[in-house]
């Protein structure tokens, strides 16, 4: 129930239009105030829309997993990341994740569970979200930036020597073993030995393995030294 409050304006011979009290000074001490109770119109729920065909079901998956899993339509092959990385889907893995994702999406649904929820609906909906350019992703997008290499720490930058957050959109399928701060003893026991202790040519050789470790030519005065 709401309530709602009015004035009552006094009736005159004239009717109760409030001009004809302008004149009289006793007019607000004659205004009354009525109270009213209504009721109140019931509140109407809107239920969300249930995705009702493999499309919309598709576009749900992409819009929740685009950072997840990337299609390389060259190779045919699905690629998942897990949170360092991007790495090669062997398990079908996405296959269970759309599994997971109908449910999630049409578990009210009787009719919908039984549609939708079949090897058939399943393996269609992976078509489907394949072909998505979103989730698509070329041989030469992968590991595309010369200047950073992946490690278990973050991405190096190879020109400023910042060490970066991982990042998806790097598209790295590649990491090294360990991190830039390991103090690495067994390596610069091989440069001392290698080297005869020639802490010039220790650092030479350490720019050399530097150079090695990225896809890159742009230094080729480099072992002209």
Known sequence: M???SHFEIPKTSEGNDPNDHQHDPQFLDKLKLVSTDEQTPPVT???????DNEDDLAL???REYINTFKFDSIKGDWYRWDGKVWFKDKGKSVL?????MCRENIYTDIK????????RSISSLETLVRHEPTHQCLLDQWDHNDST???PLGI????????????PHQLCTKITTVGPKGKCPTFKKFLKQVTGGDKKLMRYIQKLFGYAAVNATQNPQLFAE
Do not use: M, Q, W
Not at 45 to 51: A, E, I, N, R, V
């Open 96 to 100: 269970n994740e759309i599994r997971v």
């Open 60 to 62: 749900i998956f992409t």
């Open 112 to 119: 919908l569970r039984k549609r939708f929820l079949t090897a």
């Open 45 to 51: 729920t809107l239920k969300p829309s249930l995705p």
């Open 156 to 167: 190096i930058d190879l020109i400023t020597g910042d060490l970066l957050p991982h990042d």
């Open 2 to 4: 709401t309530s709602i």
């Open 149 to 151: 290499i992946n490690t």
